[in-house]
């Protein structure tokens, strides 16, 4: 399958089909996807579903990629270890599990949104699809030969050992993947 193919495949797949967006604002809808597929695992993050505070992980996130528009302060693209780094940082004892899912599927969800043709309101956010790493979960975890920690148990350290086995696995398999993110749309 040719990336072009892969990615429109995988637009009309995902966001077409169940995940019809409940409001106008495609970051606001993305989230919501993450933070629904993080309730996947919410027998093993009570952390996470239990925290009470106004702002929750997701509405920080929310208001960190509506204010940077996925720019640092040098106006390089922002990818997956600082949102996560900065949320885990700011929100223990929250499973760092939970983090990495819901920021890795918001990104997902928001390169996906971006690739509607059709959708402008996106285009001023720096989009940069080599700095997101695959979302982690049962089923990714699944496709890989060593044997992991659940992804709800997940700590930083093996999960940086993760990201690089994926990136080991797609520079074996095919050159022209050389993307985490794609190893969660072709293998999922």
């Known amino acids: 399958m040719k990336e072009k193919d892969l990615y429109s495949y995988s637009y009309h797949f995902l966001l077409n089909s169940t995940l019809q967006p409940k409001t106008d604002d495609p970051i606001k809808n993305a989230i919501a996807r993450a933070h ?3 309730l996947t695992g919410r027998f093993h993050l009570s952390d996470y579903c239990n925290f009470q505070k106004n702002n929750h992980p997701k509405d920080i996130l929310e208001r960190i990629i509506k204010e940077t528009k996925l720019k640092n302060t040098k ?3 922002i990818g997956s270890m600082e949102l996560i780094d900065y949320l885990y940082n700011n929100f223990k004892p929250i499973e760092f599990g939970a983090i990495q899912k819901l920021v890795n599927m918001t990104l997902k969800y928001i390169y996906l949104i971006s690739l509607d043709s059709y959708s ?3 285009s001023e956010y720096f989009i940069d699809i080599k700095k997101y790493d695959c979302p982690l979960d049962s089923k990714i975890l699944s496709k890989l030969e060593k044997t992991h920690t659940p992804w709800t148990r997940i700590k ?4 940086i050992k993760v990201q690089n086995e994926i990136k080991e696995h797609l520079k074996d398999k095919n050159k022209d993947y050389d993307i985490n993110l794609l190893f969660d749309l072709l293998y999922y």
């Open 36 to 38: 629904r597929d993080v």
């Open 75 to 77: 106006d390089e693209p």
């Open 120 to 122: 402008t309101s996106l």
């Open 156 to 159: 930083k350290d093996e999960y």
